[in-house]
């Protein structure tokens, strides 16, 4: 079995209407919408809700169904261009909730209520809509570079956004808790396309590979026979290679992480945050057990040590 060498939330969303995703829950009641958001379409952000405040849980749901729905905008819609019409909803919708003047679908209520009560940053949420609208454009990637620029506007800027929840903005600490958030959300992105590898493999509208070409392309993956379903033995294998190298470079991010987390001490308050990287250890510990055969069911369904793993976590402050 091979082992990692140390140093070394796209999990397939269920596809729904936009116009039913803007009534249920109605804009009577945002808080409700956004948590049954991310409820339906992201566990463990779920889980680690427990772990925010009550006073901040309102902007953390917010802003975690914020993501959830543009993470879902491939899946729920035909063609590019419909695509590309649902950011623009969206980069105007920042650009009223920045002004006072969101429109009336729950999200942006909830995202206005977050921006007046902890003044997050629309650059932040923009950042997110450009990083998707272009992943809509280019949905994968040749290099690690790409990618790992790809996450830092996506999964590591959305950690960025949660920081004013639970950390003062002029803590003396900022700049290395930004510096070890980035690193876990690149770990998360990672993580998250190995976890819909299978997926976009053999269900999704538009099959793709979602591994970097430079990394299939270095273990000899035909990248043909891998997505007609009918590769032989020795390209499964190949794959599973690729795998390993892609699962290396996640666990890579989340030990630098780990280091970063250590240097500044494990503040308590700022924890929560760290709390995704609980479900990206369980997952590349799981993939290295069944050695990095991505098509294992173990590491297909959710763990269900994943909520005791997570409170430990909270507790002793380490991930």
Same mark, same amino acid.
């Given at each position: 079995?091979?082992?990692?060498?140390?140093?070394?939330? #796209?999990?397939?969303?269920?596809?729904?209407?936009?116009?039913?995703?803007?009534?249920?829950? &109605?804009?009577?009641?945002?808080?409700?919408?956004?948590?049954?958001?991310?409820?339906?379409?992201?566990?463990?952000?779920?889980?680690?809700?427990?772990?925010?405040?009550?006073?901040?849980?309102?902007?953390?749901?917010?802003?975690?169904?914020?993501?959830?729905?543009?993470?879902?905008?491939?899946?729920?819609?035909?063609?590019?261009?419909? &695509?590309?019409?649902?950011?623009?909803?969206?980069?105007?919708?920042?650009?009223?909730?920045?002004?006072?003047?969101?429109?009336?679908?729950?999200?942006?209520?909830?995202?206005?209520?977050?921006?007046?009560?902890?003044?997050?940053?629309?650059?932040?949420?923009?950042?997110?809509?450009?990083?998707?609208?272009?992943?809509?454009?280019?949905?994968?990637?040749?290099?690690?570079?790409?990618?790992?620029?790809?996450?830092?506007? #996506?999964?590591? #800027?959305?950690?960025?956004?949660?920081?004013?929840?639970?950390?003062?903005?002029?803590?003396?600490?900022?700049?290395?808790?930004?510096?070890?958030?980035?690193?876990? &959300?690149?770990?998360?992105?990672?993580?998250?396309?190995?976890?819909?590898?299978?997926?976009?493999?053999?269900?999704?509208?538009?099959?793709?590979?979602?591994?970097?070409?430079?990394?299939?392309?270095?273990?000899?993956?035909?990248?043909?026979?891998?997505?007609?379903?009918?590769?032989?033995?020795?390209?499964?294998?190949?794959?599973?290679?690729?795998?390993?190298?892609?699962?290396?470079?996640?666990?890579?991010?989340?030990?630098?992480?780990?280091?970063?987390?250590?240097?500044?001490?494990?503040?308590?308050?700022?924890?929560?945050?760290?709390?995704?990287?609980?479900?990206?250890?369980?997952?590349?510990?799981?993939?290295?057990?069944?050695?990095?055969?991505?098509?294992?069911?173990?590491?297909?369904?959710?763990?269900?040590?994943?909520?005791?793993?997570?409170? #430990?976590?909270?507790?002793?402050?380490?991930?």
């Amino acid at each position: 079995m091979k082992r990692f060498i140390p140093k070394c939330l #796209t999990v397939r969303l269920g596809r729904r209407s936009y116009a039913q995703a803007a009534t249920q829950g &109605g804009s009577s009641d945002p808080l409700a919408y956004c948590r049954n958001v991310v409820n339906q379409y992201d566990y463990e952000s779920w889980l680690c809700s427990y772990f925010y405040s009550r006073d901040v849980q309102p902007a953390y749901f917010a802003l975690k169904a914020f993501y959830v729905e543009l993470a879902m905008v491939p899946e729920s819609v035909s063609n590019t261009t419909l &695509g590309l019409m649902r950011m623009q909803f969206w980069r105007d919708t920042i650009k009223g909730v920045a002004n006072d003047a969101p429109p009336r679908h729950p999200i942006a209520l909830a995202l206005h209520q977050a921006k007046r009560q902890f003044n997050i940053q629309p650059y932040h949420l923009t950042r997110i809509i450009d990083a998707r609208e272009e992943e809509l454009r280019n949905p994968t990637h040749q290099t690690m570079a790409s990618l790992t620029s790809h996450a830092e506007s #996506t999964s590591s #800027t959305l950690l960025y956004a949660l920081l004013p929840l639970v950390s003062p903005p002029n803590s003396s600490i900022s700049h290395d808790i930004h510096h070890a958030a980035s690193h876990l &959300g690149i770990s998360q992105t990672i993580v998250t396309l190995l976890r819909a590898l299978p997926y976009h493999l053999t269900t999704a509208r538009n099959k793709t590979l979602v591994i970097p070409s430079e990394i299939t392309a270095k273990h000899g993956v035909n990248q043909e026979l891998i997505l007609r379903g009918n590769a032989p033995e020795e390209q499964r294998e190949r794959l599973q290679e690729a795998v390993y190298e892609f699962a290396c470079a996640a666990n890579d991010q989340l030990l630098t992480a780990r280091e970063m987390w250590e240097k500044i001490g494990r503040p308590k308050d700022v924890m929560p945050i760290f709390l995704p990287a609980v479900a990206v250890s369980s997952f590349l510990t799981r993939l290295e057990r069944v050695n990095f055969n991505i098509f294992h069911l173990d590491v297909q369904l959710k763990s269900w040590k994943l909520p005791w793993q997570i409170y #430990t976590s909270y507790l002793r402050r380490k991930f």
